[in-house]
Every structure is written in C-alpha cells, then in structure tokens.
C-alpha cells in the first residue's frame, strides 16, 4: 500500500464523467480516504470548468469521452487556468492511439475502469504524494504497445489519411483540402509506399496502430 501523505489538511476532489452510476461508485470508493475533503461531480466539461472557478479543488479525475468536449482538450484547458492541478484520467479505452495520447497527455496518474477499488484509492495516495501512478492494466497495455512508427507522413500526406479514414472519396478529399484529384491520388500512394501497405484497409489499420492516426 502506497504511504499515506503527512499532512493532514483535506484535499477537495472534482469528479468528471457523464455516467452517474460511475459517478456514484468513485465516489463510494473514495469517500473512506480521510485525506478527501469534498467530493464534487461533473457530468460534463463546461460544468466541470464552472465548478473549478467556485471551489478550491486540488484534484481533476477526468474521463476522456465526454459530451460537449475531449477530455484531452480539457485537460489542456485546466492547465492552462489551473496550472498546479493535480490531474487523473479515469477511463474504458485501451487501445493503442489512446494509450499513445494518454501517455503522451503526462497527467499524474491513469486507471482503467476495470481496475480494482484498492486501485483507485493507491492513484490517489501516489498523486498526493507527488508520485505518477499507472494502474495496474494501464501498465500492462504499455508493455504490449508497439514501437511508435517515426513521422514519415508530410502534414499533408496526414491530412489526407485522415479524409480517407473518415470514409471520403478522392474527389471529397479534393475539394476539401483545395487540391486537386491526381493530388489526392499521388498523396494516397505515398502514404501506402511509406505505410508498407497492401491495400487501403491494411494502410487504415497501420496508421492506427502505428499511433500515426488517431480516431
């Protein structure tokens, strides 16, 4: 078990996910932590952001999927106003591009919605504490995630992957990023060369798994 932190002042806690029984049972599990003062609750980013002006909030659990904003996107956004805020993600999504992100978001700790009770009162401790934590099934996806392809693709050449990834036709993606067909084409070419793909389903999944696209 993770060390409890010395100082015995309480520790306001902001909860944001838009599903109340997952509310509800953070709040369960975290009510026991004598160290948590209030426990506050967010059903989305822009009552969350109100509740941060009016209270004293030391901790952000936040999950990634919520109705009128990225959790990504938040996070940036408390950081920017609140640059001290100690943040959690908490969260169902395991796969590879979102891992990338999270890893790549460096907030102070990650739980997976699978995880264990003990789980979540240990990110607590550890974030108090000063200390990252990653439970236990988030270090298990980093074990299995694949070397991240270096950036071979242009940004234009990303622009078009991603057109295609959202199901537009070449001429869509043409008239969308004001070029022309054969420009679309040529561009679809070498991201497949560069992709070492077969098909364009096999250069949809490579670019995914890769962490080159995220959807």
Known sequence: MVQL?????????????????????????????????????????AKALELLKSHDISICMVDIELPDMSGFELIEQIRLLY????????????????VRRMVK???????????DPENLQEAIYSVLS??????????????????EMPQVLSKREQEVLKCISEGLKSNEIATKLYISVNTVEFHRKQIMLKLEAKNASDMLIKAIKSGVLEI
């Open 5 to 45: 932190p010395s100082d015995t002042s309480k520790y306001h806690l902001l909860l944001i996910d838009d599903h109340p029984i997952v509310l509800a049972g953070i709040r369960n599990i975290l009510e026991v932590c004598p160290e948590i003062g209030e426990i506050y609750a967010a059903d989305s980013a």
């Open 83 to 98: 640059p001290g805020m100690r943040i959690i993600i908490e969260t169902m999504h395991s796969e590879v591009w979102i």
């Open 105 to 115: 978001a460096d907030v102070d700790a990650v739980i997976l919605k699978q995880s």
């Open 130 to 147: 000063g200390r990252k934590y990653f439970c236990p099934h988030f270090r298990k996806c980093l074990r299995k995630l694949p070397p």
